[in-house]
């Protein structure tokens, strides 16, 4: 989604007030749990659903 959307990690990162680490930790799949919260704002961010950024594994 980042890419379609021609947006930088740190961009996002900015936009949506998650730290840097945080957002690699989620765009690297390393994550455990995402806060409803936080989920919200990337898809409001990125104007995506959150099926579209989210895997089940």
């Given at each position: 989604m980042l890419a379609k959307r021609?947006?930088?990690?740190?961009?996002?990162?900015e936009k949506v007030g998650i730290t840097l680490a945080?957002?690699?930790i989620l765009k690297n799949a390393k994550?455990?749990?995402?806060?409803?919260s936080t989920l919200e704002a990337l898809c409001k961010e990125l104007d995506c659903q959150p099926g579209d950024?989210?895997?089940y594994r």
């Amino acid at each position: 989604m980042l890419a379609k959307r021609k947006m930088s990690v740190t961009e996002l990162s900015e936009k949506v007030g998650i730290t840097l680490a945080n957002i690699s930790i989620l765009k690297n799949a390393k994550a455990k749990a995402i806060r409803f919260s936080t989920l919200e704002a990337l898809c409001k961010e990125l104007d995506c659903q959150p099926g579209d950024i989210l895997e089940y594994r």
